[in-house]
Every structure is written in C-alpha cells, then in structure tokens.
C-alpha cells in the first residue's frame, strides 16, 4: 500500500525567510503524481504544487518550488519569501489512477 | 473552474439520527468522487470511492452500512450518516474527480462539520 511520511510535525519561519519542508513516500507504482496542499483555519484544501512522476524537472509555483528524489522517494516543497498568509496546515499527497494518500500534515507557523 | 460545493458546511444533529452530505461538482463533470473524514488536528483519511451509477468502494475498516454512499449523477454525490453517534462527529470533505484528465486532478469541496449530541 502507498504511504506517505511527514516528519516534521511543526515549523516556524521568519517571514521573508526560506523554510523546506520534508515528505517521504512508498509505492510500487510507476505513473503516479505527487502533491502538496495547504489547509489554512477555513479548512478548505488548496493545492500549492504537483509533479509527475515522470517529469525529472521540479516543478516550480512562484514562490514555492519542490525538489523531487524519485530514486530516494522523496518529495519536499520549498518556501520562499515566506509571507504572514503562508501560515497554515501543508499536506503531501501521492495519488495515482486509484486514489490519493495523504501524509500526517506539517503546520507552518510564520513569524513576523 | 472546477469549483466543488458542500451542504451543509455545519450540521449538529441529535444521537440516533441520520445526516445527509451532499457534494456538488459545479462546472463540471465529475466520474468519481471520494469522501473524507479528518478529525481535529489531523490528515485526511479516506472513507470511500464512488463512480457514478456504480457502488461505492469503501476503505477497509469504514462500515458501508453506517455511511452510505449515492453518487447518483455526474455532478452529485451523497454521504448519510445514518444512526449518527458522538463518536461520528468529524470534519467531512469531498473532492471531484474529472473523467479523462491526469490521474488524480480532485479539487476539493470547502468541508462539512459535523456534530452529534
């Protein structure tokens, strides 16, 4: 069965700051897509990035930006210029053509 | 686009009960269409996959005949919470599924909150 690990319970950044959060995965599958979301107070889910597994090239969003370990499974999303508005719940998610896995969470707190 | 809605987004209802969740795909169709339980501080777990016009597929440990799952159409789902209990009370999410894109392209209702007394 897929899985998906976040280890970092929480962090904190200074706003303006870079933070990287960290995400592991398992399968056995070769086409899937991994994903972050954030989840700020309102609850509604959000997505900040995706990549195909097939794609070597991290994808990148603005200030956010990931870098993809295939081989090590291992899936983090950077944070750049850390704004007050970045201040929410971030899950990682792998999903395929079954369904999709989340990983525990990791809240972002940013400090002014 | 592929906006998805939620009703009611806060329901408390009396033990013994039963409650009814509905999911929207508003501007577009939707093949399937997955529902999910999230307790306070914690991830999304799965409870359940359905197809349009076929029966749902439940996550093991889920009762199927505790949350029954109708996805009736291509545009709407629905989650009942029938004999709801304190022990039920959770924050439930949808997303939709669009037919013929990349895998797993869900866009997520806003939740709904539910409480049983």
């Known amino acids: 069965a897929q899985t998906v690990t976040q280890s970092q319970p929480e962090m904190s950044v200074q706003e303006a700051e870079t933070v990287t959060l960290s995400c592991t995965y398992d399968t056995s599958e070769s086409d899937y897509y991994l994903f972050w979301y954030k989840q700020p107070p309102s609850r509604q889910m959000i997505l900040v990035i995706r990549?195909?597994?097939?794609?070597?090239q991290n994808a990148t969003e603005n200030r956010f930006s990931v870098n993809f370990q295939k081989a090590a499974k291992s899936f983090s999303l950077k944070i750049s210029d850390s704004q007050l508005g970045d201040a929410a719940m971030y899950f990682c998610?792998?999903?395929?053509?079954?369904?999709?896995?989340f990983g525990a969470g990791t809240r972002l707190t940013v400090k002014p | 686009g592929a906006v998805v809605s939620q009703h009611p987004s806060w329901v408390i209802c009396k033990s013994g009960t039963s409650v009814k969740i509905e999911c929207r795909s508003l501007d577009f169709q939707a093949t399937t269409m997955f529902w999910y339980r999230q307790f306070p501080k914690q991830s999304l777990m799965l409870m359940a996959t359905?197809?349009?016009?076929?029966?749902?597929?439940?996550e093991q440990g889920v009762e199927k005949d505790k949350f029954l799952i109708n996805h009736a159409s291509l545009t709407l789902s629905t989650l009942t919470v029938t004999s709801a209990h304190p022990e039920d009370s959770s924050f439930y999410i949808c997303?939709?599924?669009?037919?013929?894109?990349?895998?797993?392209?869900?866009?997520f209702g806003p939740g709904t909150r539910l409480t049983v007394l």
């Open positions: 997303s939709a599924r669009v037919g013929g894109t990349s895998p797993n392209e869900q866009f």
């Open positions: 998610a792998y999903g395929d053509n079954n369904d999709m896995r």
């Open positions: 990549q195909e597994a097939y794609k070597q």
């Open positions: 359905s197809n349009e016009g076929s029966k749902a597929t439940y």
